[in-house]
């Protein structure tokens, strides 16, 4: 059975810097696309950023040129590095991975998920 947990959250100040990480169990996601995921309180989960099979990045407008995706397929992890933070990234945040390769904005593409983590911005 696949598992993803994610770390690395916490609370920061706006412009700060966090790095997430979602380890992997169970059998790795090499042959998979990886994504990020975040919920706010009362909206709905949206896409951030993923990587594909090939190493293929693509990001959302709102994190673009502020959040990457990479992975280390030694480590079975796949990181969300976020810099710039803003006080509208507060969400819990969560990896998962999709039923195929590529990258996909709808979650309904991804079918092993992470509990979440959260990330607290302050303005």
């Known amino acids: 059975q696949v598992q993803l947990a994610e770390s690395g959250g916490g609370l920061v100040q706006a412009g700060a810097s966090l790095r997430l990480a979602c380890s992997t169990s169970?059998?790795?996601?090499?042959?998979?696309?990886m994504g990020w995921f975040r919920q706010a309180p009362g909206k709905e989960r949206e896409y951030v950023g993923g990587i594909a099979r090939g190493g293929a990045e693509m990001y959302a407008e709102s994190v673009k040129g502020r959040f990457s995706v990479s992975r280390d397929f030694a480590k079975n992890t796949v990181y969300l590095q976020m810099n710039s933070l803003k006080a509208e990234d507060t969400a819990a945040y969560f990896c998962?991975?999709?039923?195929?390769?590529?990258?996909?904005?709808?979650?309904?593409?991804?079918?092993?998920w992470g509990q979440g983590t959260q990330v607290t911005v302050s303005s």
């Open positions: 169970g059998g790795f996601s090499i042959n998979y696309g």
């Open positions: 998962a991975r999709a039923r195929a390769g590529d990258i996909y904005f709808d979650p309904s593409a991804y079918n092993f």
